[in-house]
């Protein structure tokens, strides 16, 4: 509908600022012809929007447009305190509550159809705690420092410029910019140890959406296809979200799933299978499970000569 596609383009332009008509042709899967019009029909609405020319060229709305609250409707307040209770589970923040409470008034009725309890990410207390210290120091735009244990079991002093703190992958990370080697990395909170805040301040501005935007389109993953047995299908699909390629009379499926390249989770669920499960490629990770299999194997062998 034409009314949804200009509360679309209204929406577009304000959280990512100036846009092509080709940009949002694409988008709105209309022509550009069609975007021109919806534009000057914005613009008759009484949105400000401006007109850039020139190969990096696109339309804006002015900074100083704020949009009409009455455009959010009961729908919409519900998802908003919606996601908003799902971060309350999640950590301890006594302003989350107060902004629930504020959105509250606004919705006619309080009452949810979904509610997500994320207890699972507020059960380490020191989690907590490191959570509340860097959204503080990120609040005051102040540099924190922490000892780090990398991949390779190696200890490092970390001082980084934090930017945001996010929850995925089962994990909790900061987003930091490492001003040591002048870009962002990801630091897993569950890693860091003796966090404390620096007097030193940030040497520049940082957008959490924008580095997630960037990583978005730059992070590695794998393919991985595997073949399960029948009795774990509904636990394949429950922790690793996979995408069926076949199934065999006896029940038995092949599967494919797409993995972050530098997370370990996915491994540590496929080893827990144990004999259920049987990757056929890519190479590289078959041999990891082996490798991994024969180092469990040889521990208990070792442990077996000791006790006798």
Known sequence: MKIDRLMGITLHLLKYGKTSASQLANKFEVNTRTIMRDIDTLCQAGIPITSVCGVNGGYEILETYVLDRHLVNEHDYKNIICALRSMASAYENKAIWETIDKITLLAEHEEVAIELDLGAAHENVDTNYMINVLE????????????????????????????????????WYLIGYNTKYGDYRMYKLVRMEALSVMEQGITMEHSLNKVMDEWQDTQKSIEIKAVGCAQIKAKCREYLNIKITKEFENGDFEFRIHVPENETFWFGVLLSFGNKVKVLEPQG????MKQTCEEVLKIYKEQEWTDT
Do not use: C
């Open 136 to 171: 503080k120091a990120i609040n005051d735009k102040r540099t924190v420092q922490f000892l780090y244990t990398n991949n390779a079991n190696e200890i490092h002093t970390v001082s980084a410029e934090p930017v945001g703190v996010v929850y995925k992958w089962y994990n």
């Open 285 to 288: 990770i078959i041999n990891k």
